[in-house]
């Protein structure tokens, strides 16, 4: 079955970074597009970035644009989100996510999600 295993969160200043990291297992990596949503406390779960499966087209949330970088590397069955500038307001439990389907793009829907990552910044 398909895995996705998130970390790299932790607590952190603000204007400060992390890189958060998502391994996938159970099938080819490759073939898949990638996302990274995030929920606050109290919060509903948002979208953050998405990455097409060849990582050619990127997606973000105006939040987090100019700011929060995310890449691939298919060779690695890894995702990654860098996160620069970080705010108080981003601090939020993060989530990778794939769809089921194989698409060129950006997908509107997915099907699997980690378990999250914590991430913390403190002002």
């Known amino acids: 079955q398909v895995q996705l295993v998130e970390s790299g969160g932790g607590l952190v200043q603000a204007g400060g970074s992390l890189r958060l990291s998502c391994v996938a297992s159970g099938r080819t990596f490759s073939r898949y597009a990638m996302g990274w949503f995030r929920q606050a406390p109290g919060k509903e779960r948002e979208f953050a970035a998405a990455?097409?499966?060849?990582?050619?087209?990127?997606d973000y949330a105006d939040s987090v644009k100019g700011r929060f970088t995310i890449s691939r590397d298919n060779a690695k069955n890894t995702v990654y989100l860098q996160m620069n500038s970080l705010k108080p307001e981003d601090t939020a439990v993060y989530y990778c996510?794939?769809?089921?389907?194989?698409?060129?793009?950006?997908?509107?829907?997915?099907?699997?999600w980690g378990q999250g990552t914590q991430v913390t910044v403190s002002s």
């Open positions: 996510a794939s769809p089921n389907t194989v698409e060129v793009g950006i997908p509107q829907r997915y099907d699997y």
């Open positions: 990455i097409s499966r060849t990582g050619l087209s990127t």
